[in-house]
């Protein structure tokens, strides 16, 4: 039986410009995707790379979450509005996945903060790979590229020195012009149930990575 993993990213307001989803949206939109497990949706997770807000939704191929995004969406805005957030005219970005579940199906999710990334530029590309912009999902192992081979690709000194730097979840703010914080985030999927995420840039292993990528004039 197929499984969908669909991914949306959007700017919903920032404090102190586009630096931040607040946490009380965070909260909120947990939590209408939440009511929706069981019904349209069978997992969810609620992350945010700088001022985006992102929503990953685990459900059936056959079933639309648009309606559901959307709705997640609007009722954003309307509390960055009611707070008077910084509104970044930069658009939506979206992507999915289908894909009959091995018996472990470890799913990276590479979330870019300030702008969009020629992923493929940076990744091998299949259709186990997919990418919109700031958003990019891929399966790992077996098969595939493993997880270390993925990350590996973040640490390579030419891509540091055009600004991509790879941080942690909670370093991705956009804080500087000329450099681009890259989140990445690892799952396992079984059963339509997500387990994680691995922030999997939160690691010394990368401290050189970053030093470089912040060296950029």
């Given at each position: 039986?197929?499984?969908?993993?669909?991914?949306?990213?959007?700017?919903?307001?920032?404090?102190?410009?586009?630096?931040?989803?607040?946490?009380?949206?965070?909260?909120?939109?947990?939590?209408?995707?939440?009511?929706?497990?069981?019904?349209?949706?069978?997992?969810?997770?609620?992350?945010?790379?700088?001022?985006?807000?992102?929503?990953?939704?685990?459900?059936?191929?056959?079933?639309?979450?648009?309606?559901?995004?959307?709705?997640?969406?609007?009722?954003?805005?309307?509390?960055?509005?009611?707070?008077?957030?910084?509104?970044?005219?930069?658009?939506?970005?979206?992507?999915?996945?289908?894909?009959?579940?091995?018996?472990?199906?470890?799913?990276?999710?590479?979330?870019?903060?300030?702008?969009?990334?020629?992923?493929?530029?940076?990744?091998?590309?299949?259709?186990?790979?997919?990418?919109?912009?700031?958003?990019?999902?891929?399966?790992?192992?077996?098969?595939?590229?493993?997880?270390?081979?993925?990350?590996?690709?973040?640490?390579?000194?030419?891509?540091?020195?055009?600004?991509?730097?790879?941080?942690?979840?909670?370093?991705s703010s956009v804080v500087r012009t000329k450099i681009t914080p890259v989140v990445g985030l690892g799952f396992s999927l079984?059963?339509?149930?997500?387990?994680?995420?691995?922030?999997?840039?939160?690691?010394?292993?990368?401290?050189?990575?970053?030093?470089?990528?912040?060296?950029?004039?």
């Open positions: 039986m197929d499984t969908t993993i669909s991914v949306y990213a959007r700017p919903v307001g920032g404090v102190c410009g586009a630096t931040r989803v607040f946490p009380d949206i965070l909260q909120t939109a947990a939590k209408m995707l939440k009511k929706a497990e069981g019904g349209i949706l069978q997992d969810s997770f609620v992350t945010h790379v700088a001022d985006r807000l992102v929503l990953i939704m685990i459900h059936d191929p056959e079933i639309s979450v648009n309606a559901l995004k959307d709705e997640v969406f609007r009722k954003a805005k309307e509390m960055s509005a009611k707070k008077h957030l910084f509104s970044n005219p930069v658009g939506p970005s979206g992507c999915g996945i289908t894909f009959a579940e091995r018996d472990s199906e470890p799913v990276i999710l590479f979330l870019a903060g300030s702008e969009k990334i020629a992923w493929h530029e940076i990744l091998p590309f299949n259709p186990d790979c997919i990418s919109d912009g700031v958003l990019l999902i891929a399966r790992a192992e077996g098969e595939f590229p493993s997880v270390a081979e993925f990350c590996e690709k973040f640490a390579s000194p030419s891509l540091n020195a055009k600004g991509i730097c790879p941080v942690s979840l909670c370093d079984a059963g339509g149930k997500l387990t994680g995420p691995v922030d999997l840039f939160d690691n010394p292993a990368f401290t050189a990575a970053r030093l470089l990528a912040s060296q950029i004039k």
